[in-house]
């Protein structure tokens, strides 16, 4: 049997203790010795969490223990009090205790609270409003009446009034962690969970007995439960580390916006409440002064959202136009330049595309290849004329607005300061460049083929730079061709997506399609993915294809939802050099928000020769998988070192490759590795799906060696976007959307 984890463990037999509780007769010496035991042990699982986690922040917990242990001790004088004298004295030691306690307490969860860097005004503001709405309760029914019972001594009534405004001190650090997007490890939650509990009953507690004889019960029993949450907190191993914060600083979520309305409530429901007892009792002055406080705190919280959305709009919008790896202006904000451009003027274009950078990229790793990138954007920016504009096209190639034709001269001296050594990873590396001119056209489409056409012209030639002439349409080799006219594709919107299914045996039920891209050229016709991808992998437009293929495979998803014909999931191909882009796991967030759709609905598949080097490609999938997207490996066992990449990547899927996939019907060797690849696939705990199934005989013999998911052509072709046959919501997909 699985061994409980002591934490947990703990934590069951607290709760059962605190439970039980009610169960003992009240006011007697057993049930003080069974609070104290409990208190006590509480205190001593504090102790044994911090001496076996050894947490990094250790001397915060020590003091959240010390103040346990003082409150403990308060309950024990007071105790200890009653059975010898056959009353409690009020105020006495007891008390001095208990008010110790709140600050050691309030101290402690601070620090466990906070963390390196938080600068979120807006939480603190969410925490005062909280402690506010909770102040004036107190107020209300505590602090209010004490101050007018003249007739009381003024020890008794410093002391009643200390239990309410201690509250409401601890409430403040409480309220803190409660509104704090970090805190979010299973010891905080732990935490606040056992805080909370405290200050509710604190807060019964002191209302019942300001108006009515306390009888204890359930409410001691409230209290028994928040020390066992506190020990299971500090037992358990997530306290060992603080919790790092990643804010998304001024974001109000659901149960935020829920809680904030439940407390900025509070003084329109004292006055109904008050009011429907005691009219004449109405705490006018209290009340409108706390609702004046709340007030102004929602005023500020609301000035603080509109300067963060103006801040973030301005960060989105500088964002959406440069590169973030260079800062240069991307390809979006260049053809806006270049379109208003070409509407006053005839302008010239540069393209530059790096000589020998896939060499460095491949020897040196992603890293290094993002360093020589940014060096060379530097030189670009520092030799540009006033009034030009740069800008980074994806991948390696770069382009030069110039607003007159200037271009020879320039190009010149852009090779000869790229030509120079680079410093990248503690290398002296060496890339040129091929640059491509064009000009004197007044189609920003047209300008930038041109541009595209002589620059592939120019690294035919051994990398050096070349004007677009009309004789470079015949002359270029077919590859430059084609590289030329993917740009004028895409602007053109010549692609468009087919989407294979992916179903379940033996029923063929759909549970998933693959987003395949195709091409249709005006001239060409049909465009085979063979053809044309390695060209956009290698001029670094495989970037903004992908983008483009994401986003409208996220779209039709959506819209499939809508019409109730979802399958479960969706996968779209990402290439070596898009997981290798910076940023790229952010316009994958960015792009299922924008269209509705959940992170686990999308399979991103990666091959294994795109994340067998490492490096960013590897970070970019552990950041995906963070997100809740799932990766699939595809055409697994035909790339490098398979079963090593599951060990250190985050897969759940693999997509057998078809080579193993046609021949498993013939008897022999030929079913050996179809076979051991399922074996391999449910021993990890993944999903196999089968590829390139074309007849029932394969898909049986599949289903007979333990697959259970299968695509290819027997199932159905790839297809424009309609509703799928089979496809349909299903079991665990939510009612109202596509997430």
Not at 31 to 40: C, D, E, F, M, Q
Not at 226 to 249: C, E, I, K, N, Q
Not at 390 to 395: F, P, T
Not at 627 to 653: C, K, Y
């Amino acid at each position: 049997m699985k061994r409980v984890p002591l934490w947990a463990g703990w934590l069951v037999a607290a709760l059962i203790a605190a439970l039980c509780f009610p169960l003992v007769p009240d006011d007697t010496l057993p049930a003080k010795i069974y609070v104290n035991t409990v208190g006590l042990s509480s205190v001593a699982a504090m102790v044994v969490g911090i001496v076996r986690n050894r947490p990094e922040h250790w001397r915060a917990w020590a003091l959240f223990a010390a103040g346990v242990l003082t409150f403990v001790s308060g309950d024990i004088t007071y105790d200890v009090t009653e059975l010898r004298l056959g009353e409690y004295p009020y105020p006495y030691w007891a008390d001095l205790l208990y008010l110790s306690a709140y600050p050691l307490l309030w101290a402690s969860l601070s620090r466990l609270g906070s963390s390196r860097g938080d600068r979120e005004r807006g939480a603190l503001i969410d925490a005062a409003i909280i402690s506010t709405g909770i102040g004036l309760i107190f107020w209300v029914w505590v602090v209010g009446p004490t101050l007018q019972d003249a007739g009381a001594p003024l020890l008794e009534r410093l002391v009643t009034i200390g239990y309410p405004l201690a509250d409401v001190l601890l409430t403040t650090a409480v309220a803190r962690m409660l509104t704090r997007a970090g805190n979010r490890t299973p010891s905080m939650r732990l935490m606040v969970a056992g805080a909370v509990i405290m200050l509710s009953c604190d807060l019964i507690y002191t209302t019942m007995s300001s108006t009515a004889e306390y009888t204890g019960g359930f409410v001691d029993s409230g209290f028994l439960m928040a020390y066992a949450s506190w020990g299971a907190a500090a037992l358990h191993p997530s306290m060992r580390r603080r919790p790092d914060t990643v804010l998304d600083v001024h974001r109000i979520g659901r149960f935020r916006l829920v809680l904030l309305t439940a407390f900025v409530l509070i003084p329109p429901g004292l006055l109904f409440f008050q009011g429907a007892g005691d009219p004449a009792g109405i705490a006018w002055a209290s009340l409108g002064a706390g609702a004046v406080v709340l007030c102004l705190l929602v005023v500020m919280r609301m000035w603080g959202l509109v300067q963060q959305v103006k801040v973030q709009a301005s960060r989105l919008g500088d964002l959406a136009m440069h590169d973030p790896l260079t800062g240069l202006a991307n390809r979006r904000a260049f053809e806006e330049q270049l379109g208003a451009a070409v509407a006053t003027g005839t302008p010239t274009v540069l393209l530059l595309d790096l000589n020998g950078f896939k060499a460095v990229n491949d020897r040196f790793g992603h890293a290094v290849g993002d360093e020589l990138l940014a060096a060379v954007a530097a030189r670009i920016s520092g030799e540009i004329p006033a009034g030009a504009v740069a800008a980074r096209m994806g991948g390696d190639e770069f382009a030069v607005l110039l607003p007159a034709d200037a271009g020879e001269d320039l190009a010149v001296r852009l090779r000869a300061a790229i030509h120079q050594p680079v410093r990248a990873g503690g290398q002296d590396l060496l890339v040129g460049a091929s640059i491509g001119i064009a000009g004197d056209v007044t189609d920003p489409v047209e300008v930038l083929r041109r541009a595209d056409v002589a620059m592939y012209a120019a690294k035919a030639d051994g990398g050096r730079h070349r004007r677009y002439t009309a004789d470079l349409d015949t002359s270029t080799d077919e590859e430059a061709r084609l590289g030329a006219e993917l740009r004028t594709a895409l602007d053109r919107g010549e692609f468009h997506l087919v989407y294979q299914p992916i179903v379940e045996l033996p029923t063929g039920a759909v549970l998933a399609v693959e987003s395949l891209v195709r091409w249709w050229h005006p001239d060409r016709g049909y465009v085979r993915p063979d053809v044309f991808i390695p060209v956009a992998e290698r001029t670094g437009l495989i970037v903004e294809l992908g983008e483009w293929i994401l986003r409208t495979a996220c779209l039709q998803f959506a819209d499939w939802w809508r019409h109730g014909v979802a399958p479960y999931r969706f996968g779209v191909n990402v290439s070596a050099r898009q997981l290798a882009e910076p940023g790229f796991v952010s316009l994958v967030a960015a792009v299922l928000a924008e269209t509705g759709v959940h992170p686990a609905r999308l399979i991103v598949e990666v091959t294994e020769t795109a994340v067998f080097g490492g490096g960013a490609a590897v970070r970019a999938v552990h950041e995906l998988t963070e997100l809740g997207v799932e990766i699939a490996l595809d055409d697994f066992g035909t790339g490098h070192s398979s079963l090593g990449l599951l060990q250190t990547l985050p897969v759940r899927i693999l997509k057998v490759d078809k080579s193993f996939v046609e021949n498993v019907t013939m008897a022999g060797r030929h079913a050996v590795i179809a076979t051991s690849l399922i074996q391999v696939a449910n021993g990890l705990g993944l999903v196999a799906v089968a590829e390139g199934v074309e007849t029932a005989e394969q898909a049986a013999e599949l289903y007979r060696l333990g697959y259970r998911r299968a695509q290819g052509y027997h199932f159905g072709r790839p297809e424009m976007a309609k509703p799928l046959s089979g496809a349909a919501a299903l079991p665990g997909l939510p009612a109202g959307g596509p997430g």
